[in-house]
């Protein structure tokens, strides 16, 4: 018993990078600004947390640049619960990736719902040990940002607008893509990796397995426990609640309904039951209505 | 053979896809009534807050206690570990205290320090079984009917079985190594003798 446990204990290895979020899958994932949100989340029966200084509505509604939270709101929900705390950092800022692993947060989200600060590139997440979970539009996108080492994925759905419609374009290119590259046949995979502008390695991954090499969530615009099953039926192996929960007149109920709505995702009996009275929804947005410049989704690439 | 593998949240599929590659009957357990005629049951890993939540709200808490008091064999890896413990701390919600252990949750701390180690498991032979810890728990204190199966070179115990109970502060179902569960198929099966009689 000389050798110390230190000695053969390696962390920040892909497989607890992955692993973290494997044991995500099946849960909601809830926005959350301050550590009495964070309880009412967990109680609930969150999986996790995200915690942020606004939720995308704010963000939305109040526009200018958006950053990292504060860290003393992210210690102070990290302090409130025992579930997993994620934050989210702007695409390509390394460095709120940096202070937010030296914080201890458990997931970082390189989000479009803040203000990138980068144009061109995504943080390289291999370099760091704290997992990433990066949104995406479709297949091409998901496997550009495994490539720079995101151990989970989104969709981005159109954050802040309790409108699930962006949310199911996604995740639909996403499936679309994983079917179409598992029934093409081997000497076109160079021509669609070209295509999707993903790496070859992965594209070939997928076509082999018949899966992502990652978990992959819904996010952006659920609001709903009918929007959570949708997107679970659709393939998400869980779901990211932003606004669409402490914008609601009643978060306690309506965050516990769409806990168990996606559990039980394919049991319509238990999806109706679950969504009586649950008081109003957050108001929502159509995306039509939103001038182009203010959509969120199109940051990154 | 039937094997059920709660499914109220977390790693579920995993575990499903290694009783498959072992050519074992297993099923999703979301509600009581799917309870029925199984021959062991496994709680995976996952967020024990949210799993344990959906448990008692689909009324799964009762029917799996009852049944691991009547003997079905059970296996609990991480999540699972710390919901088939008597005793938990920082959980707020009671555990099923089918096993006779304590059980600190996230006792490595957090995501930060989640590791990879080699294990010694005797139970499973020479070769050891590559443990992959996710904010993982650990035994704190094991009564004298517990076989610990595995330690952590400091000694923490990591594995435990009592009777056809077993439980891993780890994560087999996310390996390639199926040792373990075939351990606890056989455990089901009756090839393995209750430990320590």
């Known amino acids: 018993m000389e050798q110390s446990e230190e000695e053969e204990m390696e962390t920040g290895t892909w497989k607890v990078k992955a692993g973290l979020a494997q044991m995500l899958k099946g849960g909601v994932i809830m926005d959350v600004i301050n550590a009495e949100q964070a309880k009412i989340a967990q109680e ?65 989200d390189e989000s479009e719902v803040l203000t990138p600060a980068d144009e061109s590139h995504h943080i390289w997440k291999h370099d760091f040990k704290v997992p990433f979970v990066c949104g995406c539009r479709d297949l091409g996108e998901a496997l550009r940002r495994i490539g720079e080492g995101a151990a989970m994925i989104r969709t981005k759905g159109e954050a802040g607008t309790g409108n699930i419609v ?3 374009r996604h995740m639909r290119a996403v499936m679309d893509g ?67 929960i402490f914008k609601s007149s009643n978060p306690e109920v309506r965050a516990r309904a769409i806990v168990k709505a996606t559990t039980h995702f394919q049991d319509p009996e238990i999806i109706a039951e679950v969504s009586k009275n649950l008081g109003e929804a957050m108001s929502g947005l159509d995306i039509k209505q939103i001038p182009t410049e203010e959509l969120l989704a199109p940051r990154g690439w | 053979m039937k094997i059920g593998v709660l499914a109220s949240q977390g790693a579920f ?28 049951i496994i709680i995976p890993g996952g967020e024990s807050s949210s799993i344990s939540k959906l448990m008692l709200d689909y009324h799964l808490m009762n029917e799996v206690r009852n049944l691991a008091e009547d003997g079905l064999p059970i296996l609990g890896t991480c999540a699972g570990m710390v919901l088939l413990a008597s005793k938990v701390s920082d959980l707020d919600i009671e555990p099923l205290g089918a096993m006779d252990i304590t059980v600190r949750r996230n006792a490595f701390g957090r995501q930060i320090d989640s590791f990879e180690a080699e294990l010694s498991m005797p139970v499973l032979g020479e070769k050891p079984f590559p443990g992959i810890f996710i904010r993982a ?28 109970l077993l439980a891993s502060a780890f994560h087999p179902e996310l390996t390639d190594d199926l040792r373990f569960h075939q351990y606890f198929i056989d455990i089901v099966t009756g090839n393995r003798k209750v430990g320590l009689e």
């Open chain 1, 44 to 108: 609930a029966g969150a999986c996790a947390v995200m915690a942020l200084e606004r939720v995308p509505a704010d963000i939305r509604a109040d526009g200018g640049v958006a950053r990292m939270a504060d860290p003393t709101i992210i210690e102070a929900i990290m302090k409130a619960v025992s579930i997993p705390v994620m934050a989210k950092c702007r695409i390509g800022h390394f460095v709120e990736a940096q202070a937010l692993q030296a914080l201890g947060v458990d997931f970082i």
């Open chain 1, 166 to 168: 962006e949310a199911v």
């Open chain 1, 178 to 244: 994983i079917h179409k590259l598992a029934n093409t046949s081997q000497d076109e995979l160079m021509a669609l990796a070209k295509e999707m502008g993903a790496p070859f390695e992965l594209v070939a991954e997928i076509h082999k397995a018949g899966i992502l090499p990652v978990v992959n969530f819904a996010a952006g615009g659920v609001a709903t426990p009918a929007d959570a099953a949708l997107m679970m039926q659709l393939g998400a192996e869980g779901v990211f609640v932003g606004s669409g």
């Open chain 2, 13 to 40: 599929a995993e575990h499903i896809a290694i009783l498959h590659q072992l050519k074992v009957e297993a099923l999703p357990i979301r509600l009581p009534r799917e309870l029925n005629g199984l021959d062991g």
């Open chain 2, 137 to 164: 728990p650990l035994i704190e204190q094991a009564n004298s009917e517990v076989e610990i199966l595995a330690r952590l070179n400091g000694g923490t115990a990591v594995a435990a079985r009592q009777g056809k």
